[in-house]
């Protein structure tokens, strides 16, 4: 494994368990067992680290969804895939610790890229369900503009600060009722 990969893969499991804020570049040194050199040779600072590792996170799980598109495959399996792509993200770079960091981020370039980060997002899903609709696995007459505003929504659901103290303790499941909610009232009803 290269030395990036490591310093990759010990962030990911830091910033995971603590949140970005909390580990500082001489605790992944430490943990990666790799010198501060050797960190600043593949990183500008922690920031360029952690969006390296949300731009690599985002490329899979673009990946993964177009291959939910180039196989015919039922609103069903993709909800069943989504929900376990979502779940690997919450025990990974949307893990508590971590959503508390986005929330309460204050360096200006971070909430820039976090905003682009969403800005994508929102377009890649809106093709997506252009894509399913197409195929007939959701609703024909379904606004896609409507299903994208629930997707924003969602997003902001995760912030509301009395659902936040609905969910303490159990945020995961915030996340999960909020996606369960939108997706089962998307299936294609097929005529009889």
């Known amino acids: ?3 990036s990969a490591v310093i990759q893969q010990t962030a990911l ?7 970005w804020k909390r580990i500082s570049v001489d605790e992944i040194c430490r943990q990666a067992q790799v010198s501060r050199v050797t960190f600043y040779k593949h990183f500008k600072n922690k920031n360029d680290l952690l969006k390296q590792l949300l731009f690599s996170q985002k490329e899979e799980i673009r990946l993964r969804f177009l291959h939910f598109l180039d196989h015919e495959i039922s609103l069903e399996s993709i909800i069943q895939k989504i929900f376990q792509m979502q779940e690997e993200a919450l025990n990974g770079l949307y893990s ?8 309460y981020h204050s360096d200006e370039e971070m909430r820039s890229f976090f905003a682009t980060l969403e800005q994508e997002k929102h377009c890649f899903m809106s093709h997506f369900f252009q894509q399913l609709q197409a ?8 606004p896609i503009t409507l299903i994208s505003l629930f ?3 969602i997003d902001e659901l995760r912030t509301d600060p009395q659902l936040c103290n609905l969910y303490r303790g159990k945020e995961h499941q915030l996340n999960i009722d909020a996606l369960q909610l939108m997706m089962y009232g998307i299936a294609y009803k097929k005529e009889k």
């Open 1 to 3: 494994m290269s030395k």
């Open 13 to 19: 499991q830091l910033f995971s368990q603590q949140g």
């Open 96 to 103: 508590q610790p971590m959503q508390a960091d986005f929330q």
């Open 135 to 142: 195929k007939r696995i959701i609703q024909q007459d379904f």
């Open 151 to 153: 997707i924003r929504k």
